[in-house]
């Protein structure tokens, strides 16, 4: 009962809090903290510079539509957008005008001359646009895919690390107690714990972030065939 009491009192001596916890740490375990630390300082600047991104790309996507299907002929607005496009729905219009007007002899033509092989060059047109676009859109997304993948492993080597070295202090020591155990413990632990801190919204936001891609690429893909087929039916009313 007496060495019970003592090892409370020690308990509640020690400092367990997050600073001394990583103070008190092994050298191998500090350096899989910071790694981890950075790993989620990184993944939360993603997350957060992804989130902004993709919304305002679907917002100038939405307004892009709105005139596009607005009745404008494709010319004029082909001379609005032509210069400050600034999202890929609007760089996919402005290379397959552009591919058009060099095979029509000029935009304005009513399409005349728009044969197969202008076609084919349009549609490679939009579709190195749209792949272009849609690779920088997806830029650092495997970054976050890496950190949810190793950093729960990476968190948990630290861990192991950790409670090996706890266990050599005790072989040292010959003292099993309680207060010798907890801190080595709980500094072990700590890195399992920002392993699974910079995991998580890691693993969240690559969800989130990929599946939101998935769409909006339909969404492009989509605009392309039906903006193909018009410039088509341009062509056969102008021939």
Do not use: C
């Not at 494709?74 to 600034?86: G, Q, W």
């Not at 272009?132 to 968190?155: M, N, Q, W």
């Not at 769409?215 to 903006?227: P, T």
Request: hydrophobic fraction near 50%.
């Amino acid at each position: 009962m007496p060495e019970m009491v003592t090892d409370t009192a020690m308990l509640s001596a020690v400092d367990f809090s997050v600073w001394n916890l990583f103070l008190r740490a092994d050298w191998v375990v500090k350096l899989v903290m910071l790694t981890l630390l950075l790993a989620s300082f990184w993944s939360w600047a993603i997350i957060f510079h992804k989130f902004l991104r993709y919304r305002k790309v679907e917002e100038k996507a939405d307004k892009f539509e709105e005139v596009f299907w607005s009745g404008n002929s494709l010319e004029e607005l082909y001379e609005r957008v032509a210069k400050r496009a600034d999202h890929p729905m609007a760089l996919l219009f402005v290379s397959a005008m552009r591919e058009w007007s060099r095979g029509s002899g000029r935009a304005g033509n009513g399409g005349r001359g728009f044969g197969r092989s202008v076609r084919e060059r349009v549609d490679k047109a939009m579709s190195v646009t749209m792949s272009r676009e849609l690779e920088d859109l997806e830029r650092y997304l495997d970054f976050l895919a890496t950190v949810g993948s190793t950093a729960p492993f990476i968190g948990l080597f630290g861990t192991v690390w950790g409670i090996m070295t706890s266990f050599q202090a005790i072989a040292v020591s010959h003292n099993s107690s309680l207060a010798v155990v907890a801190p080595g413990i709980a500094e072990a632990l700590f890195a399992t714990a920002l392993g699974l801190v910079a995991a998580i919204p890691a693993v969240i936001g690559y969800n989130r972030f990929t599946n939101q891609m998935a769409r909006y690429g339909n969404r492009l893909s989509g605009f392309a065939d039906e903006f193909s087929t018009i410039l088509s039916r341009q062509t056969e009313d102008g021939a």
